[in-house]
């Protein structure tokens, strides 16, 4: 476990509900990726890489409702750049389960 942080670090982490609009390949990617573009309400949409090959089809990706952090700066990954981060549970063998409210929400709220 790394060491602590305070309150005050962790409420300057932007995680928000979104929903994701498009999902495509993402070939260029050094692991198998793809690109999803995802509709966080009133923020609008962002676009991000995500490992979620093995347990995911692009097709049952659209309308999934995630949780992501959103304020991170865009990061460049091959020919894409990345402007958020989806958060999931990873396990050994780097298998990403996506991290989902309980109950469908309005995109853009803030996890808390």
Excluded: H
């Amino acid at each position: 476990m790394n060491d602590p942080i305070t309150w005050a670090e962790f409420e300057k982490v932007e995680i928000r509900t979104g929903t994701i609009v498009a999902a495509e390949a993402f070939p260029q990617a050094r692991k198998p990726a793809y690109k999803l573009t995802i509709d966080f309400g009133e923020l609008g949409t962002k676009r991000t890489s995500a490992q979620l090959t093995k347990l995911y089809s692009l097709d049952e990706l659209v309308g999934k409702q995630v949780v992501a952090v959103v304020n991170f700066p865009p990061k460049q990954i091959a020919t894409f750049m990345s402007e958020c981060l989806v958060l999931g549970a990873v396990d050994g063998d780097g298998t990403v389960t996506l991290l989902q409210t309980e109950r469908p929400t309005q995109n853009g709220l803030r996890i808390a």
